[in-house]
């Protein structure tokens, strides 16, 4: 099963793909995640794309259909969760031929509908483990088994590092580029999957758990 997650900036697409990874052996497909992974690199990409993304604005569409081209065979048994991609008309259209290619097609986009102002906290607060990519928020969604050692230092529930990362575009005036880029960019391609009859829109400013439970529901059911 092959689906995307549709949502803005902060909405819980990455927790979500990240707790479907776990449960469900599916792979998220993060094009956010491969383009800090290749700025962190110094690739060519990530070098073209940095500023871009400091900005809050799109990467082009060449560059992350490139991205989830190379690595959509390894996403090929349990199915694949795109996350944050696709995010414009075109990306769709080049999802589409990569799947069919192989077979394969989108079984459920499924939006996650959010309050914009308050995904401004959830950006802002944000925080992930250096060593696993944990997603945290200092106020919303600590570490459960959150630990207070000696020196003060929070230790990640998932894999007991306690080293921690606060992305640089994950300020409020880039937090709100970034909602009006989805707004203008992203949000049109809804209609391409409605007509197909694929959306399914869950309420992402339930809880963790309940937003889980509710993607769980459309999965199994
Ligand atoms: P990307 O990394 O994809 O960022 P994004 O879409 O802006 O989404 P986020 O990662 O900010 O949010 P999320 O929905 O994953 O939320 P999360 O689960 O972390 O893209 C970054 C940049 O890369 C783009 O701006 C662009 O430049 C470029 N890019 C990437 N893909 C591209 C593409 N396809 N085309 C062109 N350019 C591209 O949760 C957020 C916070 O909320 C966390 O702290 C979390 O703990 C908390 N939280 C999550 N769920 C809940 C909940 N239910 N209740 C309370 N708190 C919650």
Known sequence: ?????????????????????????????STGDMLREAVAKGTPTG??????????ELVS???????????????ASNGAIFDGFPR????????????????????HVIELAVDEEALVQ???GRFTCANCGAIYN???????????????????????ASDFRQRPD??????????????????????????????RRVNGMASVEEVAAAIDAILDG
């Open 88 to 107: 414009t008309g075109h990306q769709a259209a080049a999802l589409e031929i990569l799947l069919d290619e192989r077979g394969r097609k989108v079984d």
């Open 47 to 56: 070098l073209r794309a940095k500023a871009v993304m400091e900005a809050g």
């Open 170 to 199: 994950d300020n409020e005036q880039t937090v709100r580029t970034r909602m009006a880029e989805y707004r203008a960019k992203t949000a049109p391609i809804l209609p391409i999957y409605e007509q197909k009859g694929l959306v």
């Open 1 to 29: 099963m092959d689906i995307i997650l549709l949502g803005p900036p902060g909405a819980g697409k990455g927790t979500q793909a990240q707790r479907l990874q776990a449960k469900r052996g599916m792979v998220q497909l």
């Open 138 to 160: 200092f106020v919303l969604n600590p570490p459960a088994d959150m630990q207070q050692v000696k020196d003060g230092t929070v230790v990640c529930e998932k894999c007991g």
């Open 61 to 75: 569409d060449a560059i992350v259909s490139a991205l989830i081209g190379e690595r959509l065979d390894g996403a």
């Open 122 to 124: 959830r950006i802002t």
